[in-house]
Structure formats: C-alpha cells, structure tokens
C-alpha cells in the first residue's frame, strides 16, 4: 500500500495518522483522475489545495482515497470556523493559533480536538480546494472546472465521485454503544460523548429529544390519573387544557436555556457567519461574482420567483386539496360506519373493530402522502436553483413544515371547531397516535435492519474482501451502507408529536404517557439505525435547533385557541353554563377571555424566563471581551516594524 502524503514540515509532523474522511470514486476509476484529485488534495493553500494528508487506498487504480489532515490544518480550521476551546483558566475562549499555548493539550490535536471536530475541519478543507484557472477534469474531458469552482463537490455533482463519508473509529463507538443503547435498562442518554462522536446536531437532535420526553411524564402521570380514575368534574377539561398551555412555554422556554449551556460548553455558542459559496447542485451560465471577483454560475433571482409562484406553489396546492379530499373521504367513510354499526346494534366484535378501519386508513393515507410530498417538495427545491445550501434547507423546511401541519393537524381542528365532536376527535387522536407510531418505528429501523441482515441493501459488487487489505475493506464496507438521511424526519416527528400533547391532549388524557412509551424505544432505535444502519454522517456544527424551535413556539400558540374551544364545547362545560344560565354566546365570550388572559401568561412567562443563566451571560461576555483583546494585540502586532 502507498504511503500517507508527507507532511511538509516539522510542524505538521505526527507519529500516527488516522484516517478520517473517505472518498470513493466511480468504478472503474480513472489512475489519471485519481492522481490528478489526489495531488489538489494534498496541495498548498495558496495553490487552490485543501493542504491535507491522503492516502491514495489500495492503488493508484483503485477507487478509495483517505484523508487526514496535520496538527497545523486541524488547529488554523479551528481558528477560521471560530470554535471556542477551554483555555488555561478554564473559561470558554475562541481560539487562536497564535495564542495555541494558552489552551491546554492545544499541541494534541486527538486530545484538543473531538473526533467529530477533527472529521468536520477535514470536510471543510476538502470543500475549500478549488481551481485557479479553467481547466478539463483529467479522465473526463468533457467536465471543466472554472476558476473558483469547487472540485469535490463538482465531481460529486457529475458523478465521478460516488461516495464522501466520515469514517468510524472501532474503539469509540464500542465505547460509546456500550454507554448508549446495548444496555436497554441504561435510561441516561451520554450526550457529551454522542456529540463528540457525531458532532453538535446530532447531539443537540438526543438532547432535546432526552429533554422533551422527560417534559412529558408531569402531563403523562396526569393523564392516566384523569383516565383511569374517570374523573367527570366539570373543570376537568379546564385544568387540563391550562396546564397543557402552561407546559408547551415552560418546555420551550427551558429548552432555551439547556441548549445554550450546552451550545457553550461544546464551544459553539458564538460560532462566526462564514460567506457560503455556492451549493454543487447550482447551475447558470458562467458570470463575475462582484464578491469575489470570481467566476461561478449565475442565475437570476427573478427566475427563481417566478419558478415559486408559476410551479412551485401551484403543486402545493394539490397537495392540499388531496389532503382535504383524504380528510372529505375519512368523514364520509366514518359516518357510513357509524350508521351502519347502529343499524346492526353493534352484533359482533368484528363490527366494533370496525368502527376504528375508517380512522385507521386515514393515518396511513396521511403517512403515505407525507412521504409522497416530501419527495416532490425535494425535487422542487433542487429545481428552484437555489444558490447557497441554507437557503435550499430553508426552503424545503418550509414547504414539508407547512403541508405537515395541515395535513396531521387538518382533520382534528375540522372535527373540533366544525364538528365539535369530541368523542369522535378522541377516536382520531387515539388512532393516529397508535398507527403512526407503530409506521415509524417499522420504517426507520426494522425494515433497513431486516434489508441489511438480508443483504437486500444495493452495494457495490466491485470490492471484495482482501486479505491483504483488511482495514481497507473495513472503510470501503462502511461505504456501502446507505446514506444517512438526516435529522429532518426525526425533528418533524417530534413537532407532531408537540402538536398533539399541547393542542388535543385534554380531549384524549393519555397522549403524553404514550409519547413517551414512543419516545424511550425512538432514543434506542434513532441511536441504533445511526450507529449500525447508515453510512457516518458529517457532523455539523450547531448553537440551537433553528427553525424548529421557531415551529414548536407557533404551535404553542395555537394551542391557545384551540384548547380555550375545547373548554367551551366540552359537555361538562355546557351542563355547567346552562345551571347559571349562560347563553352560547357568552360561554364563548369568557372563552375569548380565557384566550386572552393565557396568552397574556405565555408572553409574560417568556419574558420571565431568561433564555440564557445569569452565569451563562456573563460567560458570553467574557468571551467576547477575551476575543476583543485578541483582536486589539493582533493589530498591535501587525503594525509593528518587523527588526
């Protein structure tokens, strides 16, 4: 086997090298390719190379490259993405390469720097290496880069490279399995160790899914004492429909907090906004960028609104109406049901079973139109041209966050503001909570485990065991699992999951306790399917969830509204208004009342409490007066005479 590039000088010397990130190229690769993408890999800065370490695989001809980096490219990527590390007082600092040596084991990099840290600086120096001049792919006449272009993500683009994949390390995922989900009994989630694994969003992605099952056992424990106690007071509904709107703030106002303690501690509370270049997947004819001053495609910013208003938006709406039409069809199917059970005074079990068929068909229409959706709002996006990656991501959240609600949440509020029949919104709430639940956990663990036991999984038919090569065949396996599909699915879950406890859980009391059933085999299941099933994904660094703590937040509002009219149709309600002889009209005056003093509540309590510990501030502070004098003596520095 070829040897690891060496490194350039003294500096960059290490007694071991690990590998970190792996690319495998298209088969049968191309020597000239490879040689080509190897030598810009490894080459200089100021030459348009990511300055990294590569190992060329088994050969020239073969499709594997492995990459690692020096201490030197690891430490100066540190300073450029802006994490912060615990200095020598230990207070969380920015670092900086020039004043390395007030930062413990800075000299260390496996000890300095997470595994994940270490797998994101590599990634981030790959994407950093780029043609300085218009040139053909070697191999592949036909592609040329332009002046500016990234390389890596072009060929991902054309396909000449198939696969770019963080690498695992043996020794830390048995650690960190053994800690995690081998042992069932162990209910404690590592999550300092799962992020300096997987990186900041996947850690953050455990930790709120920790915190939010957690938040639910008060509601949880209430709820089975309302059911099973059969509690029938007239302010049961009132109660619990208060305390649901309580507990949504509380939950996410204290999220807040546990984050940002978390955000400070991994060191990217105070993470720098880079300028993001453009995403592979763009495309226009070639055009000066006036902030740059280099050449990449342009497309105008016109054309992509008129593609949303002409195309984009048209589709969503039949989306919509076939999400309607599913909601016009499980009401008509329901009544026919209701009807026809009456007629036969309910003669078998069987019929009593079927009373819950319509309900049952409906969630797995939504489910399949879900995913459907998905899919095509995906393809859409892609289609929009959308020139960085956030934007991209910021879209397509849009467009699946918006036809999720409605499409979930559309036939509880028609049963409940137009119907108002809560019997029938507790058959639903009951129905979608079961059968979906049960369709998640089929889908995102027990059938790719049942495809990968059975070898159903698509692979490469090319690489075969070496014996030779053993740790080779280990990474080039590890490549041949499926792509890991990101955290999106698993946030939406948990948002509809929200929007159940918070909106309709006074109707049907024991949504919270089977949230969390839910919930306690989701952490073994996500932790599973992440370890074993897919492919390592990048990690990436993270302060907060983002738009999804924007999206929980919306749905405490509504909330509001919704649990104030559950309040006012509620029989016990009504029998109450009538013994004091209030009209409809005024029971849903005081309700409006009731609307307006929690939201009043809510507002007052977000205000109250702080989104960040008194200490946490002062922390923030700290740094940013730390960071302020760094700059200041850089300055100093760069002005003085060179003697």
Not at 464 to 487: H, I, M, T
Request: aromatic fraction near 14%; charged fraction near 15%; charge should be neutral.
């Amino acid at each position: 086997m070829s040897s690891w590039t060496p490194v350039p000088c003294q500096c960059c010397y290490t007694s071991s090298i690990q590998s970190l990130v792996a690319i495998q190229l298209r088969y049968p690769a191309k020597a000239e390719t490879k040689r080509w993408l190897v030598s810009k890999l490894e080459g200089r800065k100021k030459e348009g190379g990511a300055h990294l370490l590569v190992h060329p695989g088994e050969d020239d001809d073969g499709t594997l490259v492995l990459l690692s980096a020096t201490p030197y490219s690891l430490l100066q990527a540190t300073e450029v993405l802006g994490l912060a590390k615990p200095s020598s007082d230990g207070s969380m600092v920015t670092f900086s390469y020039n004043n390395k040596a007030d930062f413990p084991n800075s000299e260390k990099p496996e000890a300095f720097l997470t595994l994940a840290e270490r797998q994101l600086l590599v990634k981030y120096a790959t994407d950093s290496a780029k043609v300085l001049q218009e040139t053909p792919v070697p191999g592949y006449p036909e592609r040329r880069l332009y002046p500016g272009q990234p390389i890596v993500q072009s060929l991902q683009k054309w396909g000449i490279i198939e696969k770019f994949y963080p690498l695992h390390v043996e020794e830390e995922m048995h650690l960190l399995t053994e800690a995690w989900y081998s042992q069932i009994h162990k209910i404690r989630q590592p999550i300092d160790a799962i992020r300096s694994y997987f990186g900041d969003s996947v850690g953050l992605y455990f930790s709120f899914l920790g915190f939010f099952t957690i938040s639910l056992v008060p509601m949880a424990i209430l709820g089975v004492l309302y059911h099973y106690l059969s509690l029938s007071f007239p302010d049961k509904y009132l109660l619990f429909a208060i305390f649901s709107v309580l507990w949504s703030t509380m939950t996410m106002e204290f999220w807040k907090r546990h984050c940002a303690t978390k955000a400070y501690a991994w060191g990217t509370l105070q993470l720098k906004s880079h300028f993001e270049e453009p995403r592979a997947g763009y495309w226009g004819p070639p055009a000066l960028n006036p902030i740059t001053g280099r050449q990449e495609p342009y497309y105008p910013s016109w054309k992509r609104k008129l593609r949303i208003m002409l195309v984009s938006i048209p589709i969503i709406f039949v989306f919509l109406g076939l999400a309607f039409d599913g909601m016009t069809m499980y009401l008509y199917w329901e009544r026919w049901i209701q009807v026809s059970y009456q007629q036969h005074h309910g003669s078998s079990r069987l019929a009593a079973v079927c009373l819950y068929l319509p309900s049952c068909m409906y969630t797995l229409y939504i489910e399949l139109l879900n995913r459907i959706y998905k899919w095509v709002a995906a393809v859409l996006t892609e289609w929009e041209n959308h020139r960085v990656e956030s934007a991209f991501q910021n879209q397509l959240t849009v467009k699946v966050l918006v036809f999720r609600f409605i499409n979930c949440f559309s036939g509880l509020f028609y049963i409940t503001f137009y119907m108002q029949d809560l019997q029938l919104l507790r058959k639903r709430l009951s129905s979608l909570l079961i059968v979906s639940q049960v369709i998640n956990q089929v889908n995102e663990c027990l059938l790719p485990f049942l495809l990968q036991k059975f070898q159903l999984r698509p692979g490469t038919a090319h690489h075969e065991n070496s014996k030779d090569a053993p740790v080779v065949d280990s990474f080039v396996s590890e490549g041949d699992l499926p792509a890991y599909p990101g955290l999106f699915d698993d946030y939406m879950e948990l948002f509809v999951q929200f929007g159940y406890a918070s909106l309709f859980s006074c109707v049907y009391p024991l949504t919270a306790a089977l949230l969390v059933v839910n919930n306690i085999t989701e952490i073994w299941t996500d932790s599973f399917k992440l370890c074993r099933l897919f492919q390592k994904p990048f990690p990436c660094p993270a302060a907060n969830i983002g738009v999804w703590q924007v999206a929980f937040e919306v749905l405490g509002i509504f909330a509001v509204g919704t649990n104030c009219f559950i309040i006012t149709i509620s029989p016990e309600v009504k029998e109450l208004c009538l013994d004091f002889g209030m009209t409809p009209e005024q029971s849903l005056l005081y309700a409006i009342g009731l609307e307006h003093i929690l939201i009043t509540l809510k507002i007052v309590m977000a205000f109250a409490i702080p989104d960040q510990p008194h200490w946490l501030r002062l922390k923030v502070l700290q740094m940013e007066y730390h960071s302020w004098e760094a700059l200041k003596q850089s300055a100093i520095k760069r002005a003085l005479p060179v003697s």
